[in-house]
């Protein structure tokens, strides 16, 4: 086995400018000879960046590069064993192609006939042998860009970097080069650090991706790897079209999605870790609905040449929509007792009714009171209700001991359930009553309103408890008013993106099949739950 020599190293690179903007933070990176490294991000992501650090165009904040070893962060940019090409060409518009080809050798004042042989030898490698006396404003851009190229690599430096040198290239002759910048990189047997934020550049040409976002580096691998097994969501969506899925790790063998158990490699999680699962389309096959592990709808497809791509749709999700009154009680006051007391009425199902004791009441009402004075809380002595296992709508009494009393309504509904049989789901949630402010001052209110409406899902097969994953309402928590509104709870639907060569209609009912290794689990990010 040959071992590649390490020929740079980025130790630790941060670059702050004086707004105060971070662009790259505590990058490290190791690079080696004869590689064709591409740094691959969204636009603003530090890539550029990283490129002119080492080009010795810009200075980091804090850190080392290492080339064979040595520190380079103070040593000027002409005297790197490194030269740059860049997207805009920079040609001397009033030099031939020669003499733009053999501008830094004549800088160097090398003899007339190495100038000629060297500049030859480099118009031969890029297929531009038979241009030396044309002008270059003549040439296409491709060709221009070549020159560039050429005289680029025609200084025999140890690195050349490319930093997005095609995006000015139509679609058709960006392939074109791609092809060309591969070959010319084998061909001088030198390092290409090239950048790009185009994911089919990255993967067609290079030996080593580096993936970027905001400064930090998310991914290193082969085009291989980075496509096949991106270790978070970012890299499994900026590298290709994908599906990922909410996932459960069952073992070392197996995951969990879509409330079925699955074959695939699993190992190095916790048994039970919520996961992100990863399959991407060209991996899904279409099958008659019986046939397949997922089965689904046809939602929509769009030709793309030579396969379709195709919107499975496998579950709708289940969702159930409930009322919520919102009040703005005030609260009695007793003058004479110099007391306060509130309560706001509240819905209970009428299953529940039989379970009503006079703490749960007071809970349901947020029945409370105080002295109008000290602000201190008093008891609440006595409930008076006549409550029954009936739809319809009840009074409530709250007093004191000193008779300071409130009344407010208590609605007895039939329980709010939605059965999905397609998909073997319940949902259940209750109407309720809420005050205004519990609503403003309400931190995380998706999951108060969860509890609020006793919001919850289950399968139909194993009753094992599902979860809502979106809580939609038509109102504003910061400018609400009291009124009723609709809350609708839902558990989470699944569409997957499936590249076919077969034409299907939409409404088509479907099923996808897939092998254990065609699914990737990775880990969620932090917070995902």
Same mark, same amino acid.
């Given at each position: ?27 490290? &990176? ?122 680029? &690599? ?130 899904? !096959? ?15 497809? &769009? ?45 209970? !199902? ?7 004791? !006079? ?171």
């Amino acid at each position: 086995m040959i071992t590649k020599k390490k020929l740079i190293q980025f130790k630790n690179i941060v670059k702050h400018f004086e707004d105060g903007t971070v662009v790259l933070k505590g990058i490290n &990176l190791d690079i080696y000879e004869n590689e064709f490294v591409t740094l691959l991000g969204p636009s603003g992501c530090g890539k550029t960046t990283l490129l002119r650090i080492l080009g010795g165009f810009l200075q980091p904040s804090e850190g080392q590069v290492l080339f064979d070893g040595e520190d380079i962060v103070n040593v000027p940019p002409y005297k790197r064993e490194i030269n740059t090409v860049f997207q805009k060409y920079a040609l001397f518009p009033h030099m031939n192609v020669y003499d733009n080809v053999a501008f830094g050798l004549t800088l160097k004042k090398e003899p007339k006939d190495v100038i000629q042989q060297k500049v030859m030898r480099m118009l031969k490698l890029v297929n531009l042998d038979g241009y030396a006396k044309r002008n270059v404003t003549e040439l296409s851009g491709g060709q221009q860009q070549r020159i560039a190229i050429a005289r680029a &690599l025609v200084n025999e430096p140890s690195v050349l970097l490319l930093d997005e040198p095609l995006g000015a290239l139509d679609a058709k002759l960006r392939k074109e080069m791609q092809k060309e910048l591969k070959y010319i990189q084998e061909e001088v047997g030198i390092t290409f650090i090239f950048v790009t934020h185009d994911q089919e550049e990255a993967l067609t040409m290079s030996d080593k991706i580096v993936v970027m976002n905001a400064g930090e580096i998310q991914q290193i691998g082969t085009p291989t790897e980075i496509y096949s097994h991106p270790v978070n969501e970012f890299v499994a969506k900026f590298i290709g079209e994908t599906n990922i899925v909410d996932g459960v790790v069952q073992d070392d063998t197996h995951v969990r999605f879509e409330d079925k158990k699955f074959e695939c490699d699993a190992r190095g999680f916790d048994k039970g870790e919520k996961v992100d699962v990863v399959i991407r389309p060209e991996h899904l !096959d279409v099958v008659p609905r019986g046939q397949g592990m997922l089965k689904g709808t046809v939602k929509s497809q &769009l030709f793309k040449g030579v396969r379709y791509e195709t919107i499975v749709e496998t579950r709708v999700g289940t969702s159930i929509t409930v009322k919520m009154q919102v009040s703005q009680d005030k609260p009695v006051f007793n003058e004479e007792k110099q007391e306060k007391i509130s309560a706001t009425g509240f819905l209970v !199902d009428i299953e529940d009714v039989p379970e009503l004791d !006079d703490a749960k009441i007071v809970a349901l009402a947020s029945a409370e009171a105080w002295d109008a004075e000290t602000e201190e809380p008093i008891s609440i002595k006595t409930i008076e209700h006549n409550i029954q296992a009936e739809t319809g709508e009840y009074a409530v009494t709250f007093a004191t001991a000193a008779g300071t009393a409130i009344t407010v309504k208590v609605a007895v509904a039939m329980p709010s359930r939605n059965e999905n049989e397609v998909y073997q789901e319940e949902i259940y949630a209750m109407n309720f009553f809420k005050k205004v402010e519990d609503i403003q001052e309400s931190i995380t209110l998706d999951t108060d309103l969860e509890t609020w409406a006793s919001a919850s899902a289950w399968s139909l097969e194993d009753g094992e408890q599902v979860e809502i994953t979106d809580v939609k309402y038509d109102f504003d928590p910061e400018t609400i008013e009291p009124g009723v509104y609709d809350v609708t709870f839902s558990t989470e639907g699944y569409e997957y993106q499936v590249s076919t060569t077969h034409k299907l209609e939409e409404g088509k009912q479907v099923g996808l099949v897939f092998a254990p290794e065609d699914i990737h689990v990775m880990k969620k990010k932090e917070g995902a739950f």
